[in-house]
């Protein structure tokens, strides 16, 4: 098993323009997670999603979108780059056991840089 | 709503030292508890957990143990090596808060030889 994987490892970003993140997961979890990592400031929660088809906006959800279109991958979108979303970014994923989620797996992480 | 709380860092420890790393919580309802290890330009990796008061999780050396009347889940090691050297993370999962994760600061860990 891959586990969780990321794409891209690094990128480079101009003010205004656009990317998409990507993770994918091959353990058939039913949670993912998208997250941002700054200095500091440990990890905050942007995007989340329970299921297929479905998402839910975490702490820091502005600048940001995502989609779940299929159970195995988790986008996380910029539409207009800003410096302000230089970060290292961060997906998770976890299995929804019935006493609740459980131990959450995360991917090598994406480095942005916006100039 | 809730929150997780780490000592401030960084650590910095020689080889075969003991250590301990402080966390506390806040939560609404009767969480599960973890330790999670982010090693230099990697992501983070599950290094223990306990779900219910009194249970103690162990992996690699370490240890932490669930004290819900304190609402502490302090990690230990009885001798650290140079490659314990890292970034260490406190968290919580609870079905009161969304079923969604809550992660303290971090607390870098430095290991000299």
């Known amino acids: 098993n891959a586990g969780v994987t990321q794409t891209p490892k690094f990128r480079v970003l101009k003010t205004g323009q656009s990317m998409t993140l990507l993770c994918a997961q091959d353990?058939?979890?039913?949670?993912m997670y998208w997250y941002r990592q700054d200095p500091g400031m440990g990890l905050r929660l942007i995007h989340y999603?329970?299921?297929?088809?479905?998402?839910a906006k975490g702490e820091v959800p502005d600048g940001y979108n995502v989609s779940r279109l299929k159970k195995q991958n988790f986008l996380l979108g910029l539409e207009s780059a800003a410096p302000s979303q230089t970060s290292v970014y961060f997906c998770?994923?976890?299995?929804?056991?019935?006493?609740?989620?459980?131990?959450?797996?995360f991917g090598p992480g994406t480095r942005l840089t916006v100039l | 709503g809730d929150s997780v709380t780490q000592m401030e860092g960084p650590v910095t420890l020689s080889e075969e030292a003991f250590l301990t790393i402080n966390c506390t919580y806040t939560?609404?309802?009767?969480?599960?508890l973890f330790w999670y290890v982010q090693y230099p330009g990697e992501g983070l990796q599950l290094l223990l957990k306990?779900?219910?008061?009194?249970d103690k999780g162990s992996n690699k050396g370490f240890e932490a143990t669930y004290r819900k009347e304190t609402t502490s889940f302090h990690l230990e090691k009885g001798s650290v090596q140079v490659s314990d050297s890292a970034v260490y993370f406190c968290?919580?999962?609870?079905?009161?808060?969304?079923?969604?994760?809550?992660f303290g600061p971090g607390t870098r860990l430095s290991v000299l030889p």
């Open positions: 939560a609404t309802g009767y969480p599960s």
């Open positions: 306990a779900t219910k008061a009194d």
């Open positions: 999603s329970v299921g297929e088809g479905t998402t």
């Open positions: 998770a994923s976890s299995p929804h056991l019935p006493t609740g989620v459980d131990t959450q797996y």
């Open positions: 353990m058939n979890h039913e949670y």
């Open positions: 968290a919580l999962s609870d079905l009161g808060y969304g079923q969604n994760f809550v």
